[in-house]
């Protein structure tokens, strides 16, 4: 099975920052690689697949980039909304599909 | 574009947890369907996926307990968990599996495994 390890575990940061989240793959998944985005009591929300293709409705803030095993999501400028916890997600092989642990993005 | 799951609550140590996810809006046959659980205060484990032609792929941490089953006159699709276990306590989700990630998930619905 692919691991997917994610850093850092949180983050805490203020509006308006810009901050970058890590994903690295156990082994190479090419661009397989999808972000979501999950808040309290809620269901995750897909942000970003194919590593880098901005999911429809998602605002132009959110950024991903990457291939083979290192990945990240990058927020350009914080909002209020945007604090919650990320997941990524391979589906290069499977089963099983893989998340990251996640990272909790928190206000400073 | 919806998807509404069934069947949460409590379910006692050695039984089986059955849910349902019933499709709306989308076409069924289109896409694989998903199975994806999260333990209180956890990360995202995916369970299984079930194809519309009815083949399956399972987690294999849970491949001997799980089936994922779909009715295609109903939209709906199932999830049964057999010998649950409290390591089974969580909110599960369904999903649609787009083939490049899970674009639509369901609600949730909280299944408590205790006596």
């Known amino acids: 099975a692919i691991r997917m390890t994610q850093s850092p575990s949180s983050l805490s940061a203020s509006t308006g920052d810009r901050v970058t989240i890590t994903c690295r793959a156990s082994q190479g998944i090419s661009s397989y690689l999808a972000w979501y985005q999950q808040k309290p009591g809620k269901a995750p929300k897909l942000l970003i697949y194919?590593?880098?293709t901005l999911q429809s409705g998602v605002p132009s803030r959110f950024s991903g980039s990457g291939s083979g095993t290192d990945f990240t999501l990058t927020i350009s400028c914080l909002q209020s909304e945007d604090f919650a916890t990320y997941y990524c997600q391979q589906y290069y092989s499977y089963p099983p599909y893989s998340f990251g642990q996640g990272t909790k993005l928190e206000i400073k | 574009v919806q998807l509404l799951e069934s069947g949460g609550g409590l379910v006692q140590p050695g039984g089986s947890l059955r849910l349902s996810c019933a499709a709306s809006g989308f076409t069924f046959s289109s896409y694989a369907m998903s199975w994806v659980r999260q333990a209180p205060g956890k990360g995202l484990e995916w369970i299984g996926s079930i194809y519309y032609s009815g083949s399956t792929y399972y987690n294999p941490s849970l491949k001997s307990r799980v089936t994922i089953s779909v009715d295609t006159s109903k939209n709906q699709f199932s999830l049964k968990l057999s010998s649950v276990t409290a390591a089974d306590t969580a909110v599960y989700y369904c999903?649609?599996?787009?083939?490049?990630?899970?674009?639509?998930w369901g609600q949730g619905t909280m299944v408590t495994v205790s006596s």
């Open positions: 999903a649609r599996d787009d083939y490049g990630g899970f674009d639509i």
């Open positions: 194919a590593a880098s």
